[in-house]
């Protein structure tokens, strides 16, 4: 009696005696996928890669491995294209740099008349937004200077930091770092213009120093480190805002605490409830101040 001819199920013309060691429907070598026993059809492998349980950092973020540092890239790519904006129209950083309560004029912000402007009054986006200007080329003591210095920094230190705690995290530590440097800068020097992505970066200089520490890291190249962004702090003081870069590493430093230390059991809720925390907290600083400077002018 001969034998029923069996051919592969995805492709009916092609006879084949091998079936998937999984579904046991027929395959053939196009179809054959290396198992631990036997082979497998494509479908059982896409299904056995879907049951597998993503691994994760001691933070959280998902294991990379040799995936691009998308969000360092993203921030870099959004630093740039605000300073080409800048130079097709200086009156942005009049518009959007971080101040918290003054009178701008024509010659500094573009306005036809002089107004009054910022967070106080009503301009909670240059929180956010003065993080994301820099100096224009003839402006200050560094010109474009500042902006390349701060994306070199950006760069080096930034996908180290993303690879460890996942792109989800690092942009929530990134924000909130540029937010708490914008805070402390609304807090102590409310009607100075200031702008820069210093107070995140230092921000993420704080994470990458907590992380190595959590990861048990040899510390010597890593104190180096931070002993040079401590003093380039201090001297930068002198012409630049030592709010910002201060309000930036002291909420990168908290919010990473929270990112390194929680328990693995309720790991993320423990991680968000602690990000939302930072972040009310800045906001209630925001509103207090608000109030004050408001308070006083009447």
């Not at 300073?83 to 500094?108: N, T």
Request: glycine letters at 12%.
């Amino acid at each position: 009696m001969e034998a029923a001819v069996t051919t592969c199920y995805r492709h009916p013309k092609y006879e084949t005696y091998v079936s998937c060691t999984r579904c046991e429907r027929f395959i053939c070598p196009d179809c054959m996928r290396e198992a631990a026993v036997g082979h497998q059809c494509p479908e059982c492998v896409k299904d056995g890669h879907k049951s597998v349980r993503q691994a994760r950092t001691v933070f959280g973020g998902a294991v990379a491995g040799a995936a691009a540092p998308v969000v360092t890239y993203a921030l870099i790519a959004l630093n740039v294209v605000a300073y080409l904006g800048e130079l097709a129209r200086p009156d942005l950083v009049g518009r959007f740099g971080m101040l918290g309560w003054g009178l701008l004029g024509p010659e500094s912000g573009g306005y036809a008349a002089p107004t009054v402007a910022g967070v106080a009054d009503g301009e909670w986006y240059r929180l956010l937004t003065g993080a994301f200007l820099h100096l224009p080329p003839t402006g200050g003591s560094f010109g474009i200077m500042h902006i390349v210095m701060n994306m070199l920094c950006l760069w080096n230190v930034g996908r180290t930091v993303e690879d460890q705690l996942g792109r989800a995290r690092y942009a929530a530590l990134y924000l909130l770092s540029a937010l708490g440097g914008s805070v402390l800068v609304y807090l102590i020097a409310p009607h100075s213009i200031v702008v820069g992505a210093s107070g995140a970066i230092f921000g993420v200089s704080a994470s990458y120093y907590v992380i190595c520490r959590r990861l048990g890291r040899d510390m010597q190249a890593v104190n180096r480190f931070m002993a040079g962004l401590m003093i380039w702090m201090v001297v930068s003081a002198l012409f630049a805002s030592w709010q910002a870069h201060l309000g930036g590493l002291l909420t990168g430093g908290l919010v990473s605490l929270a990112l390194a230390y929680a328990p693995r059991k309720n790991r993320t809720a423990i991680q968000v409830t602690a990000g939302a925390g930072v972040l009310v907290l800045l906001i209630v600083l925001v509103l207090m101040k608000t109030s004050s400077l408001t308070s006083f002018a009447a």
